[in-house]
């Protein structure tokens, strides 16, 4: 049963970290925004 639940605590250390870093991911980094426009061919609307 030790092993166990020290298996389910690495297991949850694990997780909290990973979920702390797209927490800090999503709070802190500001995307940089931009225009993108691109031309489509005239054939890609014959089919």
């Given at each position: 049963m030790p092993s166990l639940?020290?298996?389910l605590l690495v297991v949850a250390i694990?997780?909290?970290l990973a979920y702390a870093g797209?927490?800090?991911l999503?709070?802190?980094v500001?995307?940089?925004?931009?225009e993108t426009s691109?031309?489509?061919?005239n054939d890609r609307f014959a089919k």
């Open positions: 639940l020290r298996f694990l997780a909290g797209v927490f800090a999503a709070t802190m500001q995307p940089v925004q931009r691109f031309t489509v061919p």
